[in-house]
């Protein structure tokens, strides 16, 4: 074999020892970034903010779209994190699917939880219902640390499910046909187009 010949045969040998270790597994840069994006589900869905400067950037960014805030640095982000304990009880966040690159992830996932506390101004009374959301979560990252974050969630499906009308231009009301928190059936308005349901919603589906 010429020295030529041998070059390109070690050369074909270390590309393919290469692929073959890729095809294998995940890289290390995306392993750490599906543990930065499981960790923050689950504090989320604890509300624990501690160590968040472990996983988040000093100057890190997280968008709430659903609400269109933004929380900057490490405090405001920590009280964004705990959140959700402050009107729910019973509160779980699954993932249902999980997308990772070497420098951001994406999970699909579902918020379940009762609301039991008041949300400030907005409700400020405990209605007792169950809450069931279909949300999304990216983050971007830098040597699996969080620089920023974005939550994208439906927040007219949790003011429906809360018992929240929204009246349309021309007269039309959405709403959902829930039964009052007493148990009761809450008749419709006469006329009003509304979207049937139940106080009783689905469970969220198995984590895969």
């Known amino acids: ?24 597994g995940p890289s290390r840069a995306e392993a750490e970034n599906e543990i930065a994006m499981r ?15 472990d996983l988040f950037f000093p100057e890190a960014v997280y968008d709430d779209f659903a609400n269109q805030q933004q929380y900057q640095g490490l405090q405001e982000i920590a009280g964004y994190i705990q959140g959700g304990s402050r009107w729910a ?4 966040i699954d993932i249902i699917d999980l997308h990772v690159s070497d420098s951001a992830a994406v999970a699909e996932w579902v918020f379940t939880g009762i609301q039991d506390k008041p949300i400030g101004s907005t409700l400020p009374v405990a209605t007792g219902r169950e809450v069931v959301l279909n949300g999304v979560t990216i983050i971007e990252t830098v ?43 809450a008749p ?21």
């Open 39 to 53: 960790t923050l589900i689950q504090r989320m869905a604890s509300a624990d903010a501690e160590g968040v400067a």
């Open 143 to 185: 040597g699996g640390r969080i620089r920023r974050a974005a939550d994208y969630v439906d927040g007219l499906t949790m003011v429906l499910q809360l018992g929240g009308e929204v009246h349309m231009p021309g007269g039309g009301v959405l709403k959902l046909d829930l039964p009052a928190a007493t148990g009761e059936e």
């Open 1 to 24: 074999m010429t020295p030529k010949n041998a070059a390109l045969l070690a050369a074909a040998l270390i590309v393919s020892a290469g692929c073959s270790s890729r095809a294998s």
């Open 188 to 208: 419709p308005e006469a006329g009003a187009d509304t979207l049937t349901g139940t106080d009783t919603l689905p469970s969220p589906p198995e984590p895969r």
């Open 89 to 92: 009880t019973g509160v779980s």
